[in-house]
């Protein structure tokens, strides 16, 4: 069956550092990628989306690659910031219908 | 700003209630979504519907059921509230075709005594 791994474990790192968080899926083959983001007792909110041809997108701190050989996306903040504390969740999408959200890793941001 | 609404922040009901979440969005999204969100096991799809009338069983649709009478509003309904129901649920909404984000309501925090 489908499987979407995301970091379980809540990462800590320090403001102004590169946060990356790594979203892993097996048995899948998606046709594109998104991140969204989410605060405590809030719904996600969309951040990127990158294709299956996309090996890497940006928008402004934000930076998402997508390995399909690796089955791999991987999440980056850089120059990270207190205000970037949240759940990250990674979804996959085939059909232009439903997606397939992985569980989030928590990201804290210390000053 | 797309916007998606959903009835109440915060919900208490009693085991074997009949439930109503109700949710509206006004973009003119052909999708609509309901999970539920519970520590530790993510979001998990409960139904969407593709259209008007339209409706598609999610990961989870067991002791639940949904209604879209028109485009803009989607309801789930639990004939039968237990307790193994209390949850956060989320509503969201999208365009239909690859590429398209989904938007995301508030959210309700159900729970069922």
């Known amino acids: 069956s489908q499987k979407i791994e995301q970091n379980s474990e809540a990462l800590n790192i320090q403001e102004g550092k590169t946060a990356t968080l790594t979203c892993n899926y097996t048995?899948?083959?998606?046709?594109?990628l998104q991140w969204y983001r989410q605060d405590p007792g809030r719904g996600p909110v969309f951040l990127l989306l990158?294709?299956?041809?996309?090996k890497e997108k940006r928008k402004e701190r934000l930076k998402v690659t997508f390995d399909t050989t690796l089955k791999q996306s991987l999440f980056h903040i850089t120059a990270s910031q207190p205000a970037d504390s949240a759940t990250y969740l990674c979804?996959?999408?085939?059909?232009?219908?439903?997606?397939?959200f992985g569980k989030g890793t928590s990201l804290l941001v210390t000053p | 700003d797309v916007k998606v609404t959903q009835s109440s922040r915060y919900l208490v009901k009693r085991t074997g209630e009949k439930v109503f979440l109700e949710c509206v969005q006004d973009?003119?999204?052909?999708?609509m979504f309901w999970y539920r969100q519970d520590p530790g096991l993510g979001l998990r799809l409960i139904y969407f519907s593709y259209d008007v009338k339209m409706k598609e069983k999610g990961d989870i649709p067991e002791g639940y059921s949904v209604s879209r009478e028109k485009k803009e509003r989607f309801s789930l309904i639990l004939e039968s509230a237990s307790t193994n129901q209390t949850s956060m649920y989320l509503c969201?909404?999208?365009?239909?075709?690859?590429?398209?984000?989904?938007?995301f309501g508030p959210g309700t925090r159900l729970t069922v005594t």
């Open positions: 973009m003119d999204h052909e999708n």
């Open positions: 048995n899948y083959s998606p046709a594109y």
């Open positions: 979804a996959l999408g085939d059909s232009g219908y439903a997606l397939n």
């Open positions: 969201a909404s999208s365009f239909t075709g690859r590429y398209y984000e989904q938007y």
């Open positions: 990158i294709r299956e041809n996309e």
